[in-house]
């Protein structure tokens, strides 16, 4: 936690860095877990955007494989889809579709974690106030930012370690990106839409392809990285499980003033907070809850629906607690429901 304080002391307030709760997650199984799977109806609309997206991509990465990279027939669509991103992450059920970047990623993790990818880069770039038009392209650019691998041979999808020549063909994929997006016409803007070609370099010059270092690394292009970093940590890969979203969160801030500017992971950390919209919190009072929204200048109290109670029942329409007017209920720990990750499963 000292990685925290270094990063936000001048951001929070004396209770608020108190009031900072150690301890590993703890694992919830079984039926419990299940029950946290309950899927409302309100959340429906989230769920169809998320899957519109995985099919806009999966289509988009097979004109990204031709050769020739034609006429491309989905730039409105893809303009479609950035904009209903927005326009859901500045309603009141955001949080919704944030949750929705927690599911499954498995068995083809590029299309999901292209679309999670737009949404949570949006979702930042808003609340970095950044301008609309701006965070429509930071969108479109995020759900294309890996559609490279499309132009590349399939050494990606190896489940043995990559051999260095393997890692080399690797390393082209974001340049094919920005060709590919390019040639797609589907981003109008160069100066965010070279994010693509950027989202593996690092602050200190040790990312690829082009080793930058932070003086050459625009706003988006750190914003994706990010985004990237976060989301690769926190969904299964063939060669590792999972990290838990706080967890994550601590990894990266362990990254700043090194992969990335400590004034970035600043910024990520009061936007993501300690406990990330999405993951799960028991509360002192026994109850386990979502955090389904944050609360920058506290970022151990944020918004939380209770999902299990205290007795481990499930609920199906909890109490929604803003923590940041609760003086008696504060988060004990961050605990792993496995199954918010099955919000449902892919493929
Ligand atoms: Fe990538
Ligand atoms: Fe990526």
Same mark, same amino acid.
């Given at each position: 936690?000292?990685?925290?304080?270094?990063?936000?002391?001048k951001?929070?307030?004396?209770?608020?860095?108190?009031?900072?709760q150690?301890?590993?997650?703890?694992?919830?199984?079984?039926?419990?877990?299940?029950c946290?799977?309950?899927?409302?109806?309100?959340?429906?609309f989230?769920?169809?955007l998320?899957?519109?997206?995985?099919?806009?991509n999966? +289509? %988009?990465? /097979?004109?990204?494989a031709t050769? @020739?990279?034609?006429?491309? !027939?989905?730039?409105?669509?893809? $303009?479609? #889809?950035?904009?209903?991103?927005?326009?859901?992450?500045?309603?009141?059920?955001?949080?919704?579709?944030?949750?929705?970047?927690?599911?499954?990623?498995?068995?083809?993790?590029?299309?999901a974690?292209?679309?999670?990818?737009?949404i949570?880069?949006?979702?930042?770039?808003?609340?970095?106030?950044?301008?609309?038009?701006?965070?429509?392209e930071?969108?479109?650019?995020?759900?294309?930012?890996?559609?490279?691998?499309?132009?590349?041979?399939?050494?990606?999808?190896?489940?043995d370690?990559?051999?260095?020549?393997?890692?080399s063909?690797?390393?082209?994929?974001?340049?094919?990106?920005?060709?590919?997006?390019?040639?797609?016409?589907?981003?109008?803007?160069?100066?965010?839409?070279? +994010? %693509?070609? /950027?989202?593996?370099?690092?602050a @200190?010059g040790?990312?690829? !392809?082009?080793?930058?270092?932070? $003086?050459? #690394?625009?706003?988006?292009?750190?914003?994706?990285?990010?985004?990237?970093?976060?989301?690769?940590?926190?969904?299964?890969?063939?060669?590792?499980s999972?990290?838990?979203?706080?967890?994550?969160?601590?990894?990266?801030?362990?990254?700043?003033?090194?992969?990335f500017?400590?004034?970035?992971v600043?910024?990520?950390?009061?936007?993501?907070?300690?406990?990330?919209?999405?993951?799960?919190?028991?509360?002192?009072n026994g109850?386990i809850a979502?955090?389904?929204?944050?609360?920058?200048?506290?970022?151990?109290?944020?918004?939380?629906?209770?999902?299990?109670?205290?007795?481990?029942?499930?609920?199906?329409?909890?109490?929604?607690i803003?923590?940041?007017?609760?003086?008696?209920?504060?988060i004990?720990?961050?605990v792993?429901?496995?199954?918010?990750d099955?919000?449902?499963?892919?493929g």
């Amino acid at each position: 936690m000292v990685e925290f304080r270094k990063i936000l002391r001048k951001d929070i307030p004396a209770e608020g860095a108190a009031a900072v709760q150690l301890g590993e997650p703890q694992e919830i199984s079984g039926p419990l877990a299940a029950c946290a799977t309950e899927i409302s109806d309100e959340r429906c609309f989230s769920e169809r955007l998320f899957l519109d997206g995985i099919a806009l991509n999966g +289509a %988009a990465f /097979e004109w990204a494989a031709t050769e @020739d990279l034609g006429e491309f !027939p989905l730039a409105t669509h893809i $303009d479609s #889809l950035a904009r209903e991103i927005c326009d859901r992450l500045e309603s009141s059920a955001a949080w919704k579709l944030l949750c929705i970047t927690r599911a499954r990623s498995e068995p083809d993790y590029l299309p999901a974690h292209s679309v999670s990818s737009a949404i949570l880069s949006a979702h930042i770039g808003l609340r970095a106030n950044l301008p609309d038009e701006r965070v429509i392209e930071l969108a479109k650019t995020a759900f294309m930012h890996d559609i490279g691998m499309a132009r590349i041979p399939r050494v990606w999808e190896k489940e043995d370690k990559l051999a260095n020549h393997e890692i080399s063909i690797i390393q082209k994929h974001p340049l094919e990106s920005l060709k590919a997006i390019a040639a797609s016409g589907c981003c109008d803007n160069p100066q965010v839409s070279v +994010a %693509a070609a /950027e989202h593996h370099e690092r602050a @200190d010059g040790s990312g690829y !392809p082009h080793c930058k270092t932070a $003086d050459n #690394l625009s706003e988006p292009s750190l914003i994706l990285a990010l985004v990237d970093v976060y989301l690769a940590l926190t969904h299964p890969r063939r060669h590792r499980s999972a990290m838990p979203p706080f967890d994550a969160v601590r990894a990266i801030s362990g990254m700043a003033g090194k992969a990335f500017p400590m004034s970035t992971v600043r910024d990520f950390l009061k936007i993501m907070s300690l406990y990330p919209i999405g993951s799960a919190v028991r509360l002192n009072n026994g109850d386990i809850a979502r955090v389904i929204s944050s609360c920058e200048r506290q970022l151990t109290r944020p918004t939380v629906k209770v999902i299990i109670d205290r007795n481990g029942f499930p609920i199906r329409d909890g109490a929604t607690i803003n923590l940041k007017n609760e003086e008696l209920i504060f988060i004990r720990e961050p605990v792993c429901v496995n199954s918010i990750d099955t919000v449902f499963k892919l493929g």
